[in-house]
């Protein structure tokens, strides 16, 4: 497994080509990890992954285009879903590296429709991390694209999250968000920062500001992103919180509008940018 280790005066990092990931970044001003560390032994065992050609699940693993039904691939991390698609579970090429930055590329094709050329750039700049995520449609026939990042910020009880949203959907059967409500309970409420529960939290928010951020006794860690959705994921008993922008809102494939997805002709590309600052 090809590792890559980014480093300037603020930050380190370590990059994998196994499914484009981090597997760590740390502050070497405060001597604190910013991002989970993971080994990279098995899919999502890491800091942060690319979500692409689309973010969480499908419901059914199909969805209607142009009145034609697509099937999305079977998934072997998932035996339901093309879970967060296929991106995050396979090999990248380094195409270009230096002591603070890296390019990789993917291409992928699949019966559904995706045929696809990804490009992944991670680049350190002073205290934070930029990321930028570029897919390319290479097919015929236009395809919807979509996806994010799926981050896993250290956390822990002294640890608070801060970002702004209008409303969220819960989540429901098999994973999959119930209807969208304006009513956040308490615990999944971080207009104010808090830390919440220490319990199972996986829902979407939408309206959010497009910055979220995690506080902790000497270090503070912010998310900046484009886009309109963002996923929390947090485990019980676990020093993580996943705070996962989206350029669309869980299956959204399936929704009226398909909000957030974009079609894609031959030659066309989708960009996502996002950085993490480190205070």
């Given at each position: 497994m090809a590792i890559i280790v980014l480093e300037n005066a603020h930050l380190r990092m370590r990059v994998s080509a196994q499914g484009g990931a981090v597997l760590s970044l740390d502050s070497l001003d405060f001597q604190q990890p910013v991002l989970r560390a993971g080994k990279g032994k098995a899919p999502g065992d890491c800091g942060l992954f690319p979500m692409l050609p689309l973010a969480n699940r499908v419901a059914?693993?199909?969805?209607?285009?142009?009145g034609q039904t697509i099937t999305l691939p079977k998934s072997p991390a998932d035996e339901r879903f093309f879970l967060h698609g296929d991106g995050w579970l396979e090999r990248w090429s380094v195409v270009e590296q230096s002591q603070q930055h890296c390019v990789l590329q993917l291409r992928k094709r699949h019966a559904c429709g995706f045929d696809y050329q990804a490009e992944l750039r991670y680049a350190l700049q002073d205290s934070?991390?930029?990321?930028?995520?570029?897919?390319?449609?290479?097919?015929?026939?236009?395809?919807?694209?979509?996806?994010?990042?799926?981050?896993?910020?250290?956390?822990?009880?002294?640890?608070?999250?801060?970002?702004?949203?209008?409303?969220?959907?819960?989540?429901?059967?098999?994973?999959?968000?119930?209807?969208?409500?304006?009513?956040?309970?308490?615990?999944?409420?971080?207009?104010?920062?808090?830390?919440?529960?220490?319990?199972?939290?996986?829902?979407?928010?939408?309206?959010?500001?497009?910055?979220?951020?995690?506080?902790?006794?000497?270090?503070?860690?912010?998310?900046?992103?484009?886009?309109?959705?963002?996923?929390?994921?947090?485990?019980?008993?676990?020093?993580?919180?996943?705070?996962?922008?989206?350029?669309?809102?869980?299956?959204?494939h399936n929704l009226p509008g398909q909000p957030g997805l974009v079609l894609l002709a031959e030659n066309e590309s989708w960009s996502f940018s996002t950085s993490l600052v480190v205070n």
């Open positions: 059914g693993n199909r969805f209607v285009l142009n934070q991390l930029a990321i930028a995520l570029k897919i390319t449609h290479l097919g015929s026939r236009p395809m919807l694209y979509g996806g994010g990042l799926h981050p896993f910020f250290h956390c822990t009880p002294q640890s608070q999250i801060q970002f702004s949203a209008s409303g969220y959907w819960p989540e429901g059967e098999l994973h999959l968000p119930l209807d969208w409500t304006e009513t956040i309970p308490p615990e999944a409420d971080f207009n104010e920062a808090q830390y919440g529960k220490d319990e199972w939290l996986n829902a979407g928010y939408s309206g959010w500001s497009g910055s979220a951020t995690i506080r902790h006794s000497r270090m503070s860690v912010t998310l900046n992103a484009p886009t309109s959705y963002l996923m929390l994921f947090r485990m019980a008993g676990e020093p993580f919180v996943c705070l996962e922008p989206q350029s669309h809102p869980v299956n959204a």
